[in-house]
């Protein structure tokens, strides 16, 4: 007997001592995730925004849509001055820390060649409501709020273009739901959430994050319940099968989403995906060659001028409104641009797309 509560005392002491690992694991897996997610992202906070008052002919109309946890989201419609009637109704999703505005002169471009927009900024974004972004799921949650919203006025074709964050939620928002979208244009997207907190915790932090795979999983399963597991290929399929044509953009130096972790290497390709792999293109990958050389130029005088602890975001948006080049900073890839324009008008017309024809090449072997 005594042997038998001496065992029973130690398998006790062992449990316990698991189980307060576990709890200690959870714990900190909450704060590393809430220390990233769990604040605001303000119009303040950004570097550099476009100037609507420089896209001449480009005019928009502010609306407020609810969210489902009793917020405003705020959007836009954007179109050229020059239609009243258009081809089609593009909606944006943005990438993590920033907003719509950084977009405008991708929504410039399409609005020149006759398409109505509609951009919004996320949870917790510029000047949409919410106390903070969340976590990763929330732009698909956001851009499910968006097109419902859109979609209850909405006669014209409609089509999806996401970056980054909103990459995933045009991507994956098609598990919350499948909308009529005529096309989707993927830019530097990521497939999993969870894998996305880890590989940029890894980059911060070191690779012993990985120890709280299991950890960050669970925390994102209590706080967005099934909608943690839903990935962009997942969305992609469901939406695919639906008869949606998907573009897939990634450029294979991408600093900030792996080619690994990228929806373009995780997709099941089938004949509605098209997929397009660039070669130093980074992140940003629609900036034109002179943007990109520009941008980086920028990020290293900002860099030699102050010391870390003086890299703040009031003398990063000083130096670069004293520095930039504003025809170059906001320039755009023409031969990518039009890559994209050439894939929607086929996905509306319904004939077949192919980049070598769009791009004037002729395919090999022909």
Known sequence: ??????????????????????????????????????????????????????????????????????YKYTGFYYHDESYDSFRG???????????????????????????????????????????????????????????????????????????SWGGYAVSAVHCYHLYDIKAVFVQSGFDRTSEMVLEEGSAMMGRWIYILRAYIKLYERIKYGKAAGYTAHAGIAKATANGTK?????????????????????????????LVTEKNKGHNSLDSDRAIKHKAQLDTLFETTYPK?????????????????????????????????????????GKGFSVAASQGKKKSGK
């Open 1 to 70: 007997m005594d042997v038998f509560l001496s065992v029973l005392s130690v398998a006790g002491i062992i449990l316990g001592a698991v189980l307060l690992i576990m709890i200690i694991s959870l714990l900190l897996s909450a704060i590393l995730y809430e220390s990233v997610f769990g604040k605001r992202f303000e119009i303040y906070d950004s570097a550099h925004l476009p100037d609507l008052s420089d896209y001449k002919g480009l005019v928009n109309e502010p609306v407020t849509f609810p969210s489902k946890r009793g």
């Open 89 to 163: 109704l593009i909606v944006f999703s943005h990438g993590i820390f920033d907003g719509q505005l950084s977009y405008l002169p991708e929504i410039a471009y399409f609005a020149r060649r006759g398409y109505k927009i509609f951009a919004f900024d996320n949870s917790g974004s510029h000047l949409s409501g919410g106390k903070s972004l969340r976590g990763l799921p929330q732009s698909a949650e956001d851009l499910d709020a968006a097109l419902s919203f859109v979609t209850k006025t909405n006669t014209l074709p409609l089509y999806l273009f996401g970056h």
């Open 246 to 274: 998907f573009l897939i953009l990634h450029s294979t130096d991408d600093k900030t989403i792996s080619l690994k972790n990228s929806v373009l290497a995780n997709v099941e390709k089938n004949d509605n995906i098209t």
């Open 309 to 349: 602890k003086q890299r703040t975001n009031k003398n990063r948006r000083e130096l670069f409104s004293k520095n930039v080049d504003k025809d170059i900073y906001y320039e755009l890839d023409g031969k990518l641009m039009k890559l994209i324009a050439d894939f929607y008008e086929t996905a509306q017309s």
